[in-house]
């Protein structure tokens, strides 16, 4: 989200886990052991231009992506027109100086093109979904049917907007940007105290572009334990192993700024992903996701056929029946034919049941009152 970032202090208390650590949206089981879903985020990169906006759709559904995310209000929903410090954007940021009433107009997402949009991604098989800033756009999503509402980070503290999404019975992702982990217990309080039973936690770090050092990743498994949700993230940086990291910590959801090219000047451009990096952040997410597999040992399917290298016990010298097993007439080599190395020392020092040529691996038939 386009939004003049402010700080808060950490700490707070965990609530109490819910039941289902999964949710489904648009017809997809989302938690912990299925493949990340990945959002893309327009936020302010059409540019103003509906025919670049549908651009984007199209491109996100190239790239990779499973939803198209667009942002619901206008300057008026979000802010009042006023120029006194307290409503212009500070120094070290992109939109320093800058009015938030004009920010907010140059990026919001122009209402009557939504229904539009909501088509474009159907067609390219993309689910569809936006984040509202006050009741009157919930209304409005309402009215387009979306499948699930994203409440951003800086919304986390407003309970009244999310008891009132909550109130629509559809899964809610909430981004917990800034928020300590009490603010984050409030927030999951009123939407479950409001009927909702599916939510997502969105692990984010509200810097626009946020550093890679800055992401402190190992919260999300304690936003998972802490509140019993599938937990994602929401990502501001431009490193690709942000998100694969996230997917091997166990985030379910990934959310990127999409744009077709950072060239392009915008509000959101300097932090958003260029089609062929979201594809590689894609691949590599999907693929982390499938390498962690389960906590399982032994011999899986594709190692079985390698199973032959491994080491046994062959013999390395002809032996005579009645002669000795030692160290230079056994060894522990390749391949996994015979007995396993650990029987070595059983077998040193033992008579040999009959003649046996070199190479044959050796088995306890072998080994006289075996």
Known sequence: MTSFPTGTDGGGAESSPAAAPHIVLGGRTIGAGQPPYLIAEMSANHGQDLDQAVRLVRAMKIAGADAVKVQTYTADTLTIDCDNPHFRVGEGSLWEGRTLYDLYREAHTPWEWQARLRDVAHGEGLDFFST?????????LESLDVP?????????VDLGLIRYV???????????????LEEVGEAVEAARDSGATQIVLLKCTSAYPAPPEEMNLQAIPQLARAFG??????DHTLALAVPVAAVALGASV?????????????????FSLEPEEFRAMADAARTA???????SFGVGAEEEKS??????LFVVR???AGEIFTAENVRSIRPGFGLAPKHLASVLGRRCSRDVARGTPLDWSLVADS
């Open 229 to 234: 949700t599938p937990v994602g993230l929401s």
């Open 318 to 320: 002809d032996i005579a």
């Open 148 to 156: 699930a509402y994203k409440i951003a980070s800086f919304e986390i």
């Open 289 to 295: 996701a499938a390498a962690l597999g389960t906590a």
């Open 254 to 270: 990934i959310e990127k700024h999409f744009t077709l090219s950072r060239a392009q000047p915008g509000p959101d451009s300097a």
């Open 166 to 180: 909550a109130q629509t019975g559809k899964p809610l992702i909430i981004s917990t940007g800034m928020a300590t």
């Open 132 to 140: 509202p800033f006050d009741p009157t756009s919930v209304d409005f």
């Open 307 to 312: 199973r032959v290298f491994r080491r046994s």
